[in-house]
């Protein structure tokens, strides 16, 4: 499906508030709260939908490789409060919170094949060239390869071993969920600081090498599919009526 190529624009939020459902101990307005308000200002849930409270804090015991983690059998978040790209992060977070609880207002997620409101988003992200970079890659393991080479757009070339387990990880529907969720609203959400915390992050060597996010161009179709699915859920109030 073609798009109209503008710019991804910041949505109206329906219903609840995101944050009335989070417990934040370590209360930095800088931070969590921060990061909370911004998604505030993108999306709601339904008033009818009642999820259980999530409590996110802090941990500065998280390993230095680890940004932050999503518990779902305790129902919380912690963010690693070293991490250069922390705030971003909690966007992640929740992400796979709402993933858990919020679509259509219940336990049903985004891998789940009734869900047919993402399908435009699964069609773009399946379409993509990140994705299929990453599907190349997991191909490559299977038969067999260790190493992984690089062309840098500075020229440089690196070879580095694969992390197996990490590419695993990253390509599991619930992390592909997550990571749209996150560059979304760090791209709609219109505070500069944000944007610029997760260019940092998208254009770092670690997550480039495994194509983890999508270059703004190639994200333009996913970032509409999953507003036509914040739409059709009642998350942002019809695009028609603004």
């Given amino acids: 499906m073609a798009f109209k190529k503008v710019s991804l624009q910041r949505p109206e939020p329906n219903g609840k508030t995101i944050s009335e459902f989070f417990n934040v101990i370590d209360n930095d307005e800088n ?59 909690v966007f992640h977070e929740v992400g796979h919170w709402l993933d858990d609880y919020a679509i259509h207002g219940t336990r049903k997620k ?30 490559d393991v299977e038969k067999g390869a260790i190493w992984q080479e690089t062309v840098w757009p500075d020229g440089r070339e690196t070879i580095n071993k694969i992390n197996c387990e990490h590419l695993e990880i990253i390509t599991r529907p619930h992390e592909i969920f997550a990571r749209t969720y996150e560059q979304y609203i760090a791209t709609v959400c219109g ?3 944000l944007e610029d915390e997760f260019r940092r992050k998208r254009t770092s060597e670690s997550h480039q090498r495994y194509n983890t996010y999508w270059e703004p161009v190639d994200f333009f179709a996913i970032g509409k599919g999953f ?7 009642g998350w942002i109030k019809k695009r028609s009526q603004l």
């Fill in 31 to 89: 931070s969590i709260a921060y990061a909370l308000n911004a998604i505030d200002q993108v999306h709601g849930i339904p008033v009818e939908f009642n999820p259980p409270k999530c409590t996110i804090h802090f941990d500065s015991s998280m390993k230095e490789n680890v940004s932050g983690l999503y518990h779902a059998k305790a129902n919380k978040i912690t963010i690693n409060p070293n991490s250069p790209d922390c705030k971003v992060t």
């Fill in 191 to 193: 505070i500069a600081d």
């Fill in 110 to 139: 985004s891998i789940d094949v009734d869900v047919n409101d993402l399908g435009l988003w699964q069609e773009a992200v399946i379409n993509s060239i990140e994705y299929k970079a990453l599907q190349e890659l997991k191909l």
């Fill in 227 to 233: 507003e036509d699915f914040l739409e059709a859920s």
